[in-house]
Structure formats: structure tokens, C-alpha cells
């Protein structure tokens, strides 16, 4: 039997061992990392105040991978450093300093940081206390802001171990570390997710799905489907949908199907992954058709397309991806749109990464597929065929659960639906505001793509034709993509980079596509370059080593 992963354990130390432990930690990360301490042959650094901290510690097995510690007892370290403390501190509260946080690197995901923080205030409420003062480290002062820490006084400390004098009450302590803190406990060092699907999903969404299913022919839920495919028409202007029991995969497949009626040739555009896989699903299906094909990650040329439909007039579709998901490009819809209508060409698109994370229009696209669980914020296993024509059955000519035209004269319900899933899409459809979700999404797209730069790091598409929720990540060559995603899977922040066109080319991606927690955004640029530095620093000592 495989042994497994030992599991976290939160605890206030009571151990001599553990005690230990925390005067190692203790100097490794004041001593080595931040230079506040001396060094010392012993490794050990035990604070000065000692006798009366209460450490809340985070154990994995028997291993110490996060410590904070309270004390209540005057004078403070901060009585030291800011006179007459008591001034800049709201009156009436009893207080007590919070010091030397630390955690392992490997385990910086906030899910650490939040659960030794609860853990330090209950004990501390507990006893009376309202209050807590910090001083916190000005390398994390954005990410202290954001979790509504108050700053007072100047900064303490010198040159690279700075701090600023910071304030919050206990019960926003405890308010944040639960909402830092995952909802579930069933994977509990899991707390970002950054997967292009499956995605978090929001509480409400997973009670929608709880519900006993119902039967797909009853009129309530006739009633619910069809409101369900309303509200999709409304998010994307399309004209109708088709909701099919599958993956993204099912539904172009479905695209191609209907565009084997047509007995017409048609261009297929590729700039990633999933531009060439519409050309291994035509291929599949004998479509007549052919390739626009470029690098990964490079723009399309819209001149090239347009010469490609002039010189054959034959050509009378398109078929490309809106969003290219392999590479964080979002390929052009309005500019597409103009060319194929210029040309009377039909245009159809694989919007799976697209449709929920940038406003769009399918306005006289001919066919276009989604999915539930992507950037719709739902579970995995429906997916939609949008379209803008009307469909009639091919009986004699498509398998049955590919002929869109049957789906339609069946109302949308040729064939048992889960009532379970289609209730949590229509229940994340109901709850997002989208507008605000595009503007987060964008906003939060572009300061991601800027700090990613600004740590060293290179992204693969270019800021004007970026899709603001797929950042793509190439690592440098000598670093294993899979090495970096494995180490911050187990510092509990999920991102893609297991997929075989990622391994193949060293990159990782960052995905803001359901329910994503933005604060751990704050310091994940840092950890991937802190953990390439460290990866790089390993190979460079194991070869000098080697070299003697």
C-alpha cells in the first residue's frame, strides 16, 4: 500500500520538540531570508520573548511548516520602536502583538496563513482580547492592505528587513481567516484554483446541484430548461442553443456534423491546441476543407484569411477558436465577423474559453460551442451549441445524438438531460453579475500579465491580443514545468500545467475562470519566480558539486 500524504495539522505548542522546531524556523526565516538577526553556527534563533508568546503553529506530519505567535504582556516590541504606541491606536480595546509569522515556502498558499491566524485570534478572543497590532513585513504591504489591516506610525526596522506598524480587530481577523479559508474541507490544503476547468464553483451552485434530479419531461422542469437556454441566448446575443450531455468536445463535434450538411469546403484557422484540434475533428468527420495554420502564441494575420477566402471562392466557412486556450490569445470576433460577412462565409467558433469571461456578441455567427464548466461557473458535463439559422432534422445523414436539427424539433429535449446540472448553470447564470465579472476579469488579467513580467517571468501571448482570463506561462527551458506545478500544487494553489501540449512546451497557465480567490493572486507571481530561483539554484549547486 501507497503510504499517503501526511495531512495539516493546527495546534497552539505545548511540545518541547515543538518548541524546537519553531527556534529553526524561527532562524531561517529572520536570520537567512530576512536579514533582522545575526547568523549563528547553531541555526537557532529563540525570540527574545519567548517565555510569554502562545505559538499557534501549522504541523505536516512532523514536520513544522508555519508558526505566529501573541503575546499581551506590556511593554511590546512596538513600544520599542514607535513612541506614545498607544496614540495611534483606536481607545477602548485590549490588545495584544502578533509577531514573527512565518511559513514554510512550499506552503505559502494563504491556506496556512489564514488558519494560523484564526487559530491565534480565537485563543486570544477567547481570553478578552479585541485587538491585534503587527508589524508587517513591506514586502507584503499590498496583500496586508487588501486583507483590511489598518497601517499607523512610521516604518521600523532598516534596510531589507522593514516593517510597517499595522492594526485590525480580532473579529476581522477571524472574518478574514474564514474567508480565506476553502468552504469545504474535503481537500484541505487546496485553497486557490486556477484550472481552466473544472472550476470552483459558489455554494449556491453546488445546492443547486444537490437536489434530488427530476424527470427531464416533466413541465417544471421544461419550464426551468427553457428559461435556462434563455438567459444563455441573452449573455451571448445569439439567436438560439442547443444544450448537449457531454463535453466541449461532443459539441464540435456537433458543429462538425452540421457542417457536413453543408457539402461545402471551409478554412480552418489555427494558432494553438485547439484551433488544431477543429482540424482533427473535420479531419475525422471528411470534411472538405483548409488550413490557416501559425505559430503558437502569435496573432492571427486577418489580411491572410481575407486573401485566403478571395483566391477560393469555395471556401464558405470558417472555423476557429474565439478564445485559443493553449495560449492565452483571444483571437479577434469582430474582425472575423467583418471578413466572413464581407464574403458570405458562415462563420463558426469553439468559444469554450471565452463565452463568460469577456462580453461577446453572436450575432450572425453560424455555429459556436461552450461549456458549463469553464467560465459559465458551473459543474462539468453539459455543453451548448449556439446558433443563428434555423436547423432541420438530417436523419439519413447524422448519428442521432449529433443531429442538432432533431434536438431542435424536440424542443431542446430529445434525450434524458441531467436536471442536477442544468440547474447549477442556471443558478451560476442567475447569480453573476456579468459586467462586473468582465471588468474583474480584465482588470485583474492585466495586473497579473504585468507582475508576472516584472518577476522575471515571460508570458506567452502579447498584451493586445491577450485573453484577460488565460495567462500562459513560459518557463525557462532548463526548469520543469511539471516540477513547478507539482510544488505549487502542494503549497495548495491548483493551476494548469499536467495537459500534454503544456508539458510539451515547459509552460503552466494561470486561469481566472469560476470562482477564484483574487488575494492569493497577490504574492503568486513572487512564489512561481521564488520557486524557479530555487529550482535553477539546486541544478546550480548539484553540477558545481559534480564538477569537483
Partial sequence: MMKSEPTLKFKIASEDWEFEAIHRLNYKTFVEEIPQHAHNPEQRLVDKLHAENTYAICLHGDRLVGMVTGRGNRPFSLDHKVPDLDSHLPPGHKVLEVRLLSVEKDFRNGFVFSKLVGLLAQHFKDMGYDMAIISGTTRQARLYKHLGFVAFGPLVGSGEAQFQPMYLTLEKFL??????????????????????????????????????????????????????????????????????????????????????????????????????????????????????????GDPLDYSEIRRRL?????????????????????????????????????????????????????????????????????FPGLSMVFYSHDLAPAPKALPRYLDLGYYAAQSGMPFTQSSNLVYALQTALTRIDWPEKYGQIAEVGAWLRNRLREVGLQVVAPDAHAAPAVVTIALPSDISSKSIGGLLKKAGTLLSYNSGYLLQRNWIQICLMGEWPREHLETLPDMIAELVARRRARKDEKAELAGR
Avoid at 486556477?194 to 419531461?217: I, N, Q, T
Avoid at 476557429?320 to 474582425?335: A, F
Avoid at 464574403?343 to 463565452?355: E, M
Wanted: some cysteine.
Fill in 310 to 378: 478571395e483566391q477560393n471562392p469555395k471556401l464558405r466557412w470558417v472555423w476557429t477558436p474565439h478564445c485559443e486556450t493553449s495560449t492565452g490569445i483571444l483571437n479577434e470576433l469582430p474582425t472575423l465577423k467583418q471578413i466572413c460577412t464581407e464574403r458570405g462565409v458562415k462563420l463558426c467558433l469553439d468559444c469554450i474559453s471565452s463565452i463568460g469571461t469577456v462580453p461577446i456578441d453572436l450575432t450572425d455567427v453560424y455555429l459556436a460551442s461552450c461549456v458549463s464548466g469553464k467560465a459559465l461557473a458551473s
Fill in 175 to 296: 472574518q478574514m481567516a474564514k474567508a480565506l479559508t476553502p468552504p469545504s474541507g474535503a481537500v484541505e490544503k487546496i485553497l486557490a484554483c486556477y484550472l481552466p476547468g473544472p472550476v470552483d464553483v459558489h455554494l449556491e451552485v453546488c445546492k443547486a446541484f444537490a437536489r434530488g434530479p427530476v424527470s427531464h419531461r416533466s413541465d417544471g422542469f421544461m419550464a426551468d430548461f427553457r428559461a435556462t437556454r434563455r438567459m444563455l441566448c441573452e449573455l451571448t446575443r445569439a439567436k438560439s442553443v442547443e444544450i448537449l450531455l457531454g463535453s466541449g468536445s461532443l459539441a464540435n463535434d456537433a458543429i462538425c456534423a452540421q457542417l457536413s450538411l453543408l457539402k461545402q469546403p471551409g478554412l480552418i484557422v489555427s494558432n494553438g491546441e485547439f484551433g488544431d484540434r477543429l482540424i482533427d475533428h473535420a479531419t475525422r468527420q471528411g470534411l472538405e476543407f483548409e488550413v490557416y495554420q501559425i505559430g503558437w
